[in-house]
């Protein structure tokens, strides 16, 4: 499963949702969505009812570790702890088909983060500013935060600049999202990353410019953090910064309750101090192999310039006779007679001599060449054959409708038949419902093409408001979806 296969069921979530059914995700400027990884999920950034939640699925759990996690939510629930986002837990909420087309069930963890920053862009947006507040309200939050898990005895267990979030007008408040998870049964490693965190704050109040040198470096790591303390330690002995230097001692020795207090302190010690001495040590000591890159982009196109690196076989836009809108960001065109696919910088699909195209929906769009019309996934690549005479691809219900010989299947989006008979003709999906004929009598068959109404009528219509008009023996009247007459 790669996260390309993720990234098709966030962005086409009809169908793919058990019951977050209007749920789609937050775009960057290139219309790609916005998520990251981590060794055991990948956590989006979607909306929902005109609010913001983070969408973490659970990639890399056992089963005994995602029922530790469901109990976690359901006591964070009960609980309502200010410190941590208000979380629900969804099993088996997500369908995504994997590089085989095999459809496979993951666990989400649903999460409100309306009104709040990552802490990490909250510091971007603020660290320049003359205005000191908003850097010096986030490490009070922070300090808060630590001595709300220490107090009550959380554990997070996967505590980094990414699941801190700040209120994003002010940073007064602060609180933990993404997976709460018991493993080493120990929250004193949680309150130990917490105050690493709050001496970065600290260091970037004093000098922004640290900051940037460290940018990437995620300081709540112990193995992180220990590279850079003796730097750290040097300079704050030598600017006499005393809260600091106690921080560094009691966190040295695991004094956490000690280091929360002169955290308090530190809140209130002014940034005026501008430690060239650590600028220096650290323009020395930094170097890429203790930098760490956050995992963040877009699949598809990174893929698509992997397999054109020649400019010569870009698109030239404006020799394009129809330029579609973005879709799994691919964009239909045509160019002279043919029609074809490429990325917003114009680098193809590899695919020739097509005649016709739908636009891409669900991961799927139906093609034609001149040997017949086919169905193919966003790298270009055939999952059906192009040897049918038509075909319609049905993104919602997962399946297609295709012709051969002027026999009428249903195929699922891997190409299988499912139909059990072929129909003479199939029609659309209406409520669920497909009216389909055979013998020239009409009835209605489901997504997995089983019969649900008996193809037995003279005529039907499609279902609008649960009820279809059919014909039957010479007398005309209403359906509805379980095929009893309505009088």
Not at 43 to 51: A, G, H, K, Q, S
Not at 198 to 222: E, F, H, N, T
Not at 404 to 418: A, F, P
């Amino acid at each position: 499963m790669t996260t390309a296969n993720f990234i098709e069921s966030i962005i086409n979530p009809v169908g793919r949702f058990k019951t977050l059914d209007t749920i789609y995700p937050t775009l960057d400027a290139g219309g790609s969505p916005l998520f990251y990884t981590t060794s055991k999920t990948i956590v989006f950034e979607t909306r929902l009812n005109e609010r913001r939640y983070s969408l973490s699925i659970l990639t890399g759990y056992s089963d005994s570790e995602q029922e530790l996690i469901r109990k976690n939510c359901l006591a964070q629930q009960i609980r309502n702890i200010p410190s941590l986002a208000k979380v629900r837990y969804l099993p088996k909420e997500l369908l995504v088909f994997d590089s085989d087309n095999k459809p496979c069930y993951f666990d989400v963890i649903l999460q409100d983060i309306t009104d709040t920053s990552e802490l990490h862009v909250y510091m971007r947006k603020n660290l320049f500013l003359t205005d000191r507040r908003p850097i010096r309200n986030a490490l009070t939050a922070i300090t808060r935060l630590a001595s709300s898990l220490h107090d009550n005895g959380i554990i997070h267990g996967a505590i980094s600049s990414r699941t801190i979030r700040l209120s994003e007008t002010d940073g007064s408040s602060a609180f933990l999202y993404d997976t709460p998870l018991i493993l080493n049964k120990n929250h004193e490693k949680d309150t130990a990353s917490l105050i690493r965190m709050a001496v970065m704050l600290y260091l970037a109040g004093c000098q922004p410019k640290l900051s940037i040198m460290m940018q990437g470096i995620d300081l709540c790591k112990p193995e992180t953090f220990s590279f850079y303390e003796k730097y750290i330690l040097a300079a704050a002995e030598f600017h006499g910064v005393r809260p600091l230097e106690n921080i560094l001692h009691a966190l040295h020795e695991n004094c956490h309750a000690n280091a929360l207090t002169e955290i308090e302190i530190l809140s209130n010690t002014p940034f005026e101090s501008t430690f060239p001495l650590l600028e220096k040590l650290l323009v020395e000591c930094c170097d890429a192999e203790h930098m760490e890159i956050e995992p963040c982009g877009t699949y598809y196109e990174s893929n698509l310039k992997d397999i054109n690196t020649d400019n010569s076989i870009r698109v030239d836009w404006d020799k394009c006779s129809f330029v579609g809108k973005t879709s799994h960001n691919l964009i239909r065109f045509k160019q002279g007679e043919l029609w074809g696919f490429a990325d917003k910088h114009g680098n193809k699909l590899p695919l020739n001599n097509l005649i016709d195209a739908d636009d891409f929906y669900e991961g799927r769009a139906v093609v034609a060449t001149t040997e017949g019309y086919g169905l193919i996934d966003s790298q270009g690549k055939y999952i059906i054959k192009p040897s049918f005479e038509d075909m319609t691809w049905w993104g919602k219900e997962n399946v297609v409708t295709a012709q051969v010989y002027g026999s009428w299947n249903m195929l699922d989006r891997c190409g299988n038949v499912i139909s059990k008979s072929s129909f003479d003709w199939m029609g659309c999906f209406s409520e669920g419902l497909m009216l389909v004929r055979r013998h020239n009598k009409y009835g209605f068959i489901d997504k997995n093409a089983n019969t649900i109404i008996p193809i037995i009528y003279d005529y039907a219509s499609d279902f609008d408001g649960g009820k279809s008009s059919v014909i039957y023996k010479g007398s005309e009247y209403l359906i509805d979806k379980n095929g009893t007459r309505l009088d």
